[in-house]
Nanobody
Framework: QIEVVEFGGGSAQEGGSIRLSCRVS????????MGWFRQAPGKEREKVSC???????HYDDSVKGRFTISRDNDKNTVYLQMDSLHLEDTAKYYC??????????????WGQGTQVTVSG
């Protein structure tokens, strides 16, 4: 009955912004690190960002300075603010919860994914 659901995917222009949300139910949200991963067609899934239970954040170099991860434990929700979008940001974005690793190295639960498409 663990549920991880992403919201907010869609299309944007290069240089534009998108905000993703992920709401989690069925677990003790505040004890999990929360991460965002993405996968483009033909590519491996990669970690985009992670926020630990103590609000320590991690970013892949490709998004550093452009994306911001945050969490609201009262709402069981993690966000990914995506600014200055690049064409290469086009991918399906997945939300994941990690009980052990504050850097989201071994997620336990995954969302279904939400598509982000960036056009030039």
């Amino acid at each position: 009955q663990i549920e991880v659901v992403e919201f907010g995917g869609g299309s944007a222009q290069e240089g534009g912004s998108i905000r993703l949300s992920c709401r989690v139910s069925g677990l003790n949200f505040g004890t999990y690190a929360m991460g965002w991963f993405r996968q483009a067609p033909g590519k491996e899934r990669e970690k985009v960002s992670c926020i630990s239970w103590s609000d320590i954040t991690h970013y892949d170099d490709s998004v550093k300075g452009r994306f911001t991860i945050s969490r609201d434990n009262d709402k069981n929700t993690v966000y990914l603010q995506m600014d200055s979008l690049h064409l290469e940001d086009t991918a399906k974005y997945y939300c994941a919860a990690d009980r052990v690793s504050g850097a989201c190295r071994s997620p336990d639960f995954w969302g279904q994914g939400t598509q982000v498409t960036v056009s030039g």
